[in-house]
């Protein structure tokens, strides 16, 4: 594991201060500094798709207990995901994510039915054990760096199967969804040049796919046909809307589902003793994934905007005022989680773990990221005898919803 | 206060006191019976999806479409399938028997 230099923080800490490269790569001992002290305001920091040094952040309450982490999540009346900022900068604003309740349950409603276990387990599952089988043959002999193609390629290629474009475009994908993502070394320009990309590459695609259903030509069952099937059934789904659902399934899903993988392999470098567990008995797998997503859960923290005047944690929160939800320090709030920074495989009331979020905005696709983790990881223990560390791991630093590698050096031994 | 009669996940037997007016969801949750309810009841997740016996399937009512729809997508489904958070308690669901589903 890298960065286990517990950093020294400074008596006057702020909050605020959380926005910082070194917090970024190892933001633990930082949550763990400021749990406990009463909830503050200040952190100025940037949602998905917007630009830092274009777009101006709105300053947020930090909210790092698992208590109030649940509590906001659960009261969506109360705390909107309506994201101004988002919708204010250049980028394209996403579906579902985004919405609230009235729309947020109709727009579930007609995504819900791709993401069903039943679906993943007898559409995806063979597709994707496939798929493992022939990146871990081309990448995963001898010594490479994990996150260079195997981490973000399978998630980007099942976003391709799903959405329904061409497999090869998975490369594309990878690189706008980094960039939306606000986590990767960008510059502004190539920033803003790939939201421009992503937008107009879904919107080619979706028009062609309206052309095809015109003309009667037959079309694949994928999400895309449902997402303009659902319009025409009057449903309600906008060209646009259709346009939007797509790019926000890439965004969502692709890079997170990366730093996932990547954080499990980080995990089994370390500790052989779970590589040998996991290949002897594979019904484990699904419990390591699950301490995986709790004590190394990508996704760091949404944003939500409070509706009216709302007291969380003795803190006054005014209508309007942006709130920073902290659900990867909810995971590591040792008043839920005994020993919260330990790996512990099978520890008590993994369903507290709130990596995927909690309420009616849970993640629709963490079926579909456990399925991957789950190939992933069975592939290697098929293929290798062992998996060991072949370099310096260093975790990325360029922005804040994402803990995860940059690179992962590890040597595959067949 | 009715009682209700549970089998867990694990397969140990449990009855737990419950109060009338909240739902079998958040019963269960409440009492730290390993059932998540991510989606904290609006019949996104399935994750609070239990198995009714069966001489107590009819007394509940019949599913929602919203419930049914997403139990049909679930894989540990059977006829007396349904979502603790559309089941809302009542005195009359005292003796409720019941066994917490699999993990999807």
Redesign the interface.
């Known amino acids: 594991m890298p960065e286990t230099i517990a950093p020294v923080i400074p008596d006057d800490f702020k909050s605020k201060d959380l926005y910082s490269p070194d917090v970024f790569a190892n933001p633990y001992p930082y949550y763990e500094h400021m749990r406990d002290k009463p909830i503050q305001y200040g952190l100025e920091d940037y949602p998905p798709g917007t630009i830092p040094g274009v777009d101006t952040p709105f300053p947020a309450w930090v909210v790092l207990k698992h208590a109030e982490v649940a509590e906001v ?2 009261k969506a009346s109360v705390f909107s995901s309506r994201d101004i900022m988002q919708e204010e900068s250049a980028a394209p604003t996403l579906m579902l994510v985004n919405h609230d309740d009235p729309r947020h ?1 109709e727009l ?2 007609i995504a ?2 791709a993401f ?4 993943v ?1 007898t559409d995806i599952a063979p597709w994707m054990e496939t798929t493992v089988g022939a990146q871990l043959e081309k990448y995963a002999d001898g010594q490479v760096d994990f996150m260079a193609d195997l981490a973000p390629n399978l998630p980007a290629l099942v976003m391709t199967k799903l959405i329904g474009t061409p497999e090869k475009d998975h490369v594309l994908l990878r690189r706008w969804a980094n960039a939306f993502m606000v986590t990767s070394d960008f510059t502004i320009e190539e920033r803003q040049q790939c939201n421009v990309d992503l937008f107009l590459y879904y919107t080619a695609a979706v028009e062609e796919r309206y052309a095809d259903i015109a003309a009667g030509k037959p079309v694949p069952d994928d999400l895309m046909s449902a997402f303009i099937r659902t319009e025409s059934e009057g449903n309600s789904l906008s060209k646009d809307e259709v346009v939007r659902f797509c790019l926000t399934l890439v965004v969502a899903g692709a890079e997170t589902t990366g730093y996932l993988l990547g954080n499990l392999i980080d995990v089994l470098v370390d500790r052989p003793d779970l590589f040998s567990l996991l290949k002897e008995d594979r019904a484990q797998i ?1 419990g390591f994934i699950e301490e995986s997503l709790r004590r190394d859960g990508p996704v760091q923290r949404l944003h939500r905007v409070c509706t009216e005047d709302y007291e969380l944690g003795g803190a006054q929160i005014k209508a309007g005022d942006w709130v920073a939800v902290f659900f990867a320090s909810a995971n590591r709030d040792p008043a839920v989680f005994e020993k919260p920074d330990e790996f512990i495989l099978g520890r008590p ?1 993994m ?1 507290k773990q709130m990596t ?5 905005h ?1 993640c ?1 696709g963490s ?1 579909i990221a456990r399925s991957e983790a789950t190939q992933l990881l069975n592939g290697i223990l098929d293929r290798c005898s062992a998996l060991k560390p072949a370099g310096e791991r260093k975790r990325q630093r360029g922005g804040f919803l994402n803990y995860g590698l940059e690179t992962c050096p590890v040597d595959f031994i067949r | 206060m009715p009682t209700i009669h549970i089998t867990t996940r694990n397969g140990s037997d449990t009855s737990i006191a419950v109060n009338a007016g909240v739902s079998l969801m958040e019963a269960l949750t409440e009492h730290d019976l390993d059932v998540e309810a991510v989606c904290g009841g609006a019949a996104s997740c399935g994750t609070c999806h239990v198995h009714i016996a069966p001489d107590w399937f009819e007394r509940l009512g019949p599913r929602e479409e919203l419930e049914a729809m997403l139990l049909d997508g679930l894989l540990n489904t059977d006829e007396t399938s349904r979502l603790g958070c559309q089941i809302t308690l009542a005195d009359a669901h005292d003796g409720l028997t019941l066994t917490i589903a699999e993990v999807e």
């Open positions: 999540s659960k349950a579930r409603k819900q039915l069903t276990p039943k679906r387990m699904r009331g369903g995927f979020g909690h309420g009616i849970h629709m079926g």
